[in-house]
């Protein structure tokens, strides 16, 4: 019978006979001389598809011989199909089959890999990376290595290719791969670090996915909660395996909690969990190499790879740059902000048109909001300490509606008309855009004579009801506009019967807002700590929210990280069109809508933005539309901006660098931890 046709018998047969035959077919390979060169390929390439369908039998018994013919077939594909065309052949399949969306293949295949040394396995990477293949093929194989990795232990080779793999992938500016890969797989690696056996294959694959997730925390936030069970077992263990990783672990860990340190109130546990061992005083130095979103000058020293710029947190303040993004991205706002002529005579007004003018045009990763800081900051506010950023955006906003309204003032007077009073309050850029107007009436429950007041508001504020239970942003709004009983301390003040009464209140927004700002009042203050506690409750975001039988859609949230007011840390989450953002201080990074709504206490939507579905956004304003004042200043700003990507980074500082800024300052009340902390007590 030919070599083919043994082949072909062998795929029909049962899995048990399979895989002897296809040992019988592996050995007759080499040594049949009447093979066509092309028809040995071929070969080649059936048996390695018909590796990956061996299924692992759940059978003890079966297993073991299952393993056992595993292996002789592993040993005598590396004795017959050692020549380089052979090997090429059969890598060649290897990638065909685990890129293939439409197949899933079976770990057993990665057997073949023996074929290859250690020290080739590079060059093969380049191979598969220089073939043409598409960035979905690379990201299937990419998947379907760590799965196996995961979860298969006996190709030693296995973890080398992921790890090269993943160098190879960098290099190329494969970075949305890399990211995926790791939030998928980093949990399942990092905890067979508890194995000896598989530790020295997966190890390095995890400390790699680890320290190169510098522009986020999410990696390493999802192995805290494995950390003591890894590290105890480690240190049990006191091998020489056991403990070189033990120390790697804890000073990658040091390391990453310096780099991340305001999520601070996340680590309580994890340095509980490292009491026993010391970070080496260099420990800093785990993540001295490129980040996978600062590969290039053109991630590292430039515009950030999503086209949008960062803030850099100039000391605890995150609440204000968490604003400011939001602002930013409410398209409205901003084209009315840079669109305004007359900012001479408005300080902030005018700083914050430079500001918005840099975060559309400045081809920089972050900018540094200093001017906004000393013009902005309400009073009672601290240098350096952490504050509300619902606080910081109304003081924000108010400041900007008095500056628009005493320079415009005149004119405003001039064109009011007698049934026009409110004409001022709608010509300034803030209530443009989120101003709205409320009406409260108040009725007495003994006369029914009622009372109504009239106010104008740029934000509501949502307060919980007393009952638990679950709750979603609509639901808030509904109660926030639900009646009101007046009983009891709170009775109403009843002009016609002269003294106080039971009666009822009742809230209705007269004038809707263009963009609906919404304050979630997770705070309350708490008398025993003298101090804002939190709740830590969870609200559904809803997409849309109606009030009045109008439709309003989520565009931004601002989210509070941490247990009260007074600590923890603000960032930000922005819709532009379809694409959704994370703004986090100097780091921005792309997001979906999804990841927004899936955050759980500490982590909290604080500030939500709406935009009313009938007011649709304005496209970007070109920069032709600018002031002639304000293009003069941009023009200026761009141009340093130019002379600073002449000098900065050389191609040797690409390489050690760990990005092209300073960490920022921590968030939280105090700074988390230096390099000369004493919080490593031995």
């Known amino acids: 019978m030919a070599v083919k046709q043994k082949v072909v018998e062998c795929v029909k047969q049962p899995q048990v006979d399979r895989l002897s035959s296809l040992l019988r077919v592996l050995q007759n390979i080499n040594g049949n001389h009447n093979l066509h060169e092309i028809e040995r390929y071929k070969l080649c390439e059936t048996i390695v598809t018909l590796l990956g369908r061996l299924s692992i039998p759940a059978v003890p018994e079966d297993y073991v011989t299952f393993m056992f013919d595993i292996k002789r077939i592993e040993d005598t594909l590396v004795q017959e199909c050692r020549n380089n065309d052979m090997i090429f052949a059969t890598l060649k399949a290897f990638y065909n089959a685990i890129s293939n969306p439409n197949t899933s293949s079976q770990p057993t295949i990665s057997i073949v890999l023996q074929l290859l040394d250690v020290e080739t396995l590079p060059d093969a990477v380049k191979w598969i990376l220089q073939s043409g293949y598409k960035e979905q093929s690379l990201e299937n194989a990419m998947m379907t290595l760590c799965g196996w990795l995961s979860k298969w232990t006996l190709t030693p080779n296995l973890g080398p290719l992921v790890f090269h793999f993943m160098e190879g992938l960098a290099a190329e500016q494969h970075v949305d791969i890399l990211i995926d890969v790791t939030l998928t797989y980093i949990k399942p690696l990092f905890n067979l670090l508890i194995l000896q056996d598989p530790r020295n294959s997966v190890g390095p694959v995890v400390l790699y996915m680890l320290s190169s997730m510098q522009h986020d925390p999410s990696a390493f936030h999802k192995v805290i909660p494995l950390a003591p069970t890894v590290l105890q077992s480690l240190r049990d263990e006191q091998s020489e395996s056991s403990l070189l990783y033990l120390e790697k672990i804890v000073n990658l860990f040091a390391a990453l909690m310096n780099h991340f340190r305001d999520h601070n109130a996340h680590y309580d546990d994890l340095w509980r969990s490292m009491k026993l061992v010391c970070p080496n005083l260099n420990f800093t130095q785990q993540l001295n190499h490129n980040s996978w979103l600062s590969k290039s000058p053109v991630t590292s020293s430039t515009q950030s790879t999503m086209g949008k710029v960062g803030l850099k947190n100039l000391g605890n303040t995150c609440y204000m740059n ?14 009315d902000i840079l669109g305004a002529t007359n900012r ?25 909001p200093n001017d906004i800081l000393s013009l902005a900051r309400p009073p009672g506010f601290q240098k350096g300490h ?20 005493s320079v415009c003032a005149p004119r405003i007077s001039d064109s009011r008309s007698p049934s026009s009073s409110n004409l001022e309050n709608q010509t300034t850029i803030v209530q443009r855009s989120f101003g709205g107007r409320v009406v409260t009436i108040s009725r007495c429950g003994t006369c029914h004579m009622q009372s109504a007041r009239v106010d104008s508001f740029r934000e509501l504020q949502l307060s919980f009801p007393n009952s638990l239970g679950n709750h979603s942003v609509q639901s808030l709004l509904d109660y926030y506009l639900q009646p009101e009983k007046l009983c009891g301390d709170n009775q109403y003040h009843c002009d016609t019967c002269r003294g106080l009464t039971d009666g009822e209140r009742v809230t209705r927004v007269e004038e809707l807002p263009a963009r609906l700002v919404l304050t979630l009042k997770h705070f309350h203050y708490d008398p025993l700590s003298q101090r804002r506690a939190k709740l830590l409750q969870h609200v559904a975001l809803d997409s849309f929210v109606h009030i009045e039988n109008t439709k309003y859609e989520l565009y931004a949230s601002v989210v509070h990280v941490g247990s009260n007011l007074d600590s923890g840390h603000y960032y930000t989450y922005a819709r532009n069109n379809v694409d959704w953002y994370k703004f986090n201080d100097c780091l921005v990074t792309l997001a979906t809508a999804e990841e927004l709504c899936t955050v759980r206490p500490p982590e909290t939507p604080y500030i939500l933005f709406y935009s009313k579905q009938d007011c649709s956004d304005p496209e970007p304003l070109p920069r032709s539309a600018l002031s002639p004042i304000l293009e003069a200043t941009l023009k200026i700003e761009l141009e340093l901006d130019g002379d600073r990507r002449k000098r900065s980074i050389k191609p040797y500082e690409l390489r050690h660098r760990r990005n092209d800024e300073p960490p920022p300052p921590g968030c939280g009340g105090s700074s988390f931890i230096d390099a000369t902390s004493n919080r490593y007590v031995c």
């Open 344 to 368: 001479e005579m408005m300080p902030l007004f005018s700083k914050l048109q430079v500001l918005f003018a840099l975060l559309q045009y400045s081809q920089r990763s972050s900018l540094s």
């Open 386 to 405: 952490q504050h509300d950023s619902s606080e910081f955006l109304g003081y924000l906003l108010d400041t900007l509606h008095e500056q628009e309204k």
């Open 322 to 335: 968490s604003v400011l993004q939001a602002l930013f991205m409410t398209r409205m706002f901003r084209n």
